[in-house]
């Protein structure tokens, strides 16, 4: 099915004076109707304006989609509000500036059986992020969801050697019937 063309509403006046026409109404000079006719701007525009109307055509997403061919729907990664403050640049440099001045300090900056790391995942019984509109390409887009949700989490450790230590899951509860 094709779609009919519309036809293109080509601006006959330039945005300086759309500008001086909305500065004169709301400076008191002049009304909407004399500033529109003075400028030879739409009556309707100037209005609009004045007052912050914005109106949006029918085909305003489709139309800012070709325009940012750039930017794509995603579904963002469930991201607490903790966490999205500090996904920045600067907080993650200071981290590993500190990492590394302690493990200057602490002298076992060569001896990797004392550098563990520990990492954790989980399944959370929450409700899924709505799409968002993001850059094409990101690999990560955070969508903040609530933090009160159940969750079950798994820890992992292994050392800079290689080593590993037995997996850990927690669970709310203080049972064995907690885990099943």
Same mark, same amino acid.
């Given at each position: 099915m094709l779609k009919a063309k519309r036809k293109l509403n080509i601006l006959k006046y330039d945005l300086k004076s759309l500008e001086n026409a909305v500065d004169s109404v709301k400076s008191g000079q002049m009304s909407v109707r004399k500033a529109?006719?003075?400028?030879?701007?739409?009556?309707?525009?100037?209005? #609009?304006? $004045?007052?912050? !109307?914005?109106? /949006?055509?029918?085909d305003w997403w489709q139309n800012f989609k070709e325009?940012?061919? #750039?930017? $794509?729907?995603? !579904?963002?990664? /469930?991201?607490?509000?903790?966490?999205?403050?500090?996904?920045?640049r600067?907080?993650?440099?200071?981290?590993?500036?500190a990492f590394e001045k302690t493990l200057i300090e602490k002298d076992i900056a060569k001896k990797p059986t004392m550098i563990w790391n520990m990492d954790e995942t989980g399944k959370s019984f929450e409700h899924d992020p709505v799409k968002v509109l993001a850059e094409k390409g990101t690999t990560n887009v955070p969508g903040r969801t609530s933090a009160m949700s159940k969750h079950v989490t798994i820890i992992a450790c292994a050392n800079a050697e290689g080593h590993k230590m037995s997996s850990?899951?927690?669970?709310?509860?203080?049972?064995?019937?907690?885990v099943l």
């Open positions: 529109a006719e003075h400028y030879n701007v739409p009556k309707l525009t100037v209005g #609009d304006r $004045v007052t912050g !109307k914005r109106h /949006r055509g029918k325009r940012h061919t #750039d930017l $794509v729907i995603r !579904k963002p990664d /469930r991201t607490g509000s903790l966490r999205c403050r500090m996904m920045n600067q907080k993650v440099e200071e981290y590993f500036h850990l899951l927690i669970v709310t509860g203080k049972t064995e019937r907690s």
